[in-house]
Nanobody
């Protein structure tokens, strides 16, 4: 199945912006729902956003709605998460994942990337 690799994480100040990317290899992303999840130290993994196969639909966690935007470019085999108005509470390892169904449940995502660290300084 598809392999996923995240990139673009780093350090940003409160109120700043960052875009993380998820590139696929092995298979194309064109048949998968794609999601972003995050996990902060001491916290459980939480859903962030997901996007349908054709980009017709997106869904966001309440904590990021209005600040984050998920997008995908199937021709480039890449999914993105644009993060604006970042706050220290957004500090976490961000993971992309692929699913065969429309869902925000992490357990339903069958393929995961290794994660990329996003740190928001206060």
């Amino acid at each position: 199945q598809v392999q996923l690799v995240e990139s673009g994480g780093g350090l940003v100040q409160t109120g700043g912006s960052l875009r993380v990317s998820c590139a696929a290899s092995g298979r194309t992303l064109s048949s998968y729902v794609m999601g972003w999840f995050r996990q902060a130290p001491g916290n459980e993994r939480e859903f962030v956003a997901c996007i349908s196969v054709s980009s017709d639909s997106t869904y966001y966690a309440d904590s990021v709605k209005g600040r984050f935007t998920i997008s995908r470019d199937n021709a480039k085999n890449t999914v993105y998460l644009q993060m604006n108005s970042l706050a220290p509470e957004d500090t976490a390892v961000y993971y992309c994942a692929a699913s065969s169904e429309w869902t925000y449940r992490g357990a339903s995502y069958h393929t995961w990337g290794q994660g990329t660290q996003v740190t928001v300084s206060s």
